[in-house]
Structure formats: C-alpha cells, structure tokens
C-alpha cells in the first residue's frame, strides 16, 4: 500500500531511458530498453582459464541500467540484469551445468567505501533463480588493486595478477559473476585462482561488456 502510494507520487521512471513507467511495471526498465539490452547478442569468447559469456554491449539501456544498480535502485536493477543473464547463460552454456555461483570479490576496502558488491548483488539473483548455492566467501581479493579504467589490456592483466586467492574447497563447476567486462582480465585471473584451487571449469557470466 506504501509502496503504492510512493508510486503514485513519484511515478518510477525507466532506467535506461527516463520514460515513465505504469505503476504496475515489474522491471525497473522499460520493455523498449529491455528489447534493446538483449538485441545486442554476443558470442561467447574463451579466455585460457575460462569461458566468457556476456549478455549486451555497454552501451545506451545497459550501460544506464549498470549506473544505476551503482547509484541508487541497485535491488531491482540487479535482478533484471540476472534475468537477461540467466536467459544468455541457458542459450550459451551449452551441456555446463554449475554447481556454485561466485561473485567477482571487492577488495574489502573499496567494499566498505562503497557499502556493497554489485557482482554479490547480481550473482544473489541469479542463484534464485537458477536454484543454485551463492558463496562470496570462497573467493577473494588478496591484494587492492588500482581501477582497471584507462589502463592497455596488457597493463590490465599485469594489475590483477595474483589478486584473488580461494579459500576452502570448490567443486567442480562454477559460475562466476561480474557487472561488466572489457579484456576479460579480471575474470579470467579469478578463474586462474578457481582453477588452481580445485575447480575444473569456470564460465564468467558478466550483464555487459565493452
Ligand atoms: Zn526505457
């Protein structure tokens, strides 16, 4: 009743485009912006440690919807980029059938400046909806590395190495979650980690890549 009232004095409005949305709308996107985030398919690449599958282009809704989870309405905006995801994955993933889903980790840090992990916030959708357990724990970031925004692919790969540590055991197939993707530097270095602590393959799964 609240939140309907709230509605009707704030109208929600799309996170890709600003339109306003009806009152009964359940995605924080409009279905003109939601066509377009998903029109935009990319095929799947492999890196040495891991496969990457990514849903849309950084760009126009996607890049806005990314922004937002950020800075305000991260709930809701999380759990369509887990759905679009979750669609790509069922497309992409061919017979992998994952045992645990892993976010890319925040190094504690930026974590506590910025209160949470968007890649925690997606990977939790998306373990709802596949039905599959969610762990942060078993994956972490050892080291604080600098952003990897302005740096050469080769620069990236040189800033992550030998940042993310596993504790514990894994099993065998995981899936591991990151908002977006540019050289596949972060996730395949996580997945280097996975891989060097027990795990046999990994699919990164990220909503967007540039
Ligand atoms: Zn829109």
């Known amino acids: 009743m609240f939140l309907r009232l709230i509605n009707f004095i704030f109208p929600p409005r799309c996170s890709g485009c600003g339109e ?4 009964s709308a359940r995605e924080p996107v409009c ?9 935009h398919e990319l095929p799947p690449v492999e890196y040495g440690n ?3 599958i990514s849903s849309a282009l ?4 996607a890049k806005k919807l990314i922004k937002e989870m950020k800075f305000r309405n991260g709930r809701s905006c999380a759990r369509t980029a887990a759905r679009v995801m979750t669609d790509s994955l069922i497309k992409h993933g061919g017979s992998f059938l994952p045992d645990i889903i892993i976010p ?5 840090t930026r974590k506590n400046e910025r209160g949470y992990n968007q890649a925690s916030l997606i990977a939790k959708s998306v373990c709802k909806i596949l039905k599959l357990p969610f762990s942060a724990s078993k994956l972490r970031r050892v080291r604080n590395t600098p952003s990897q925004r302005g740096l ?3 620069e990236r790969i040189k800033n992550v190495k030998g940042a993310f540590a596993v504790r ?3 099993p065998a197939n995981i899936i591991l979650i990151d908002d977006v ?4 530097a972060t996730v395949n270095e996580c997945a280097a980690a996975l891989l060097k602590g027990g795990a046999k393959r990994v699919i990164a799964l990220t909503f967007a890549k540039t």
């Open 50 to 52: 891991c496969a990457l």
């Open 181 to 184: 993707a540019t050289t596949g």
């Open 168 to 170: 514990g055991k894994l």
């Open 104 to 108: 890319v980790p925040l190094h504690r």
């Open 152 to 154: 050469h692919p080769g």
């Open 58 to 61: 950084y760009r126009g809704a």
């Open 31 to 39: 279905l003109r912006c939601l066509d377009e985030i998903s029109s």
């Open 20 to 23: 306003f949305l009806p009152l």
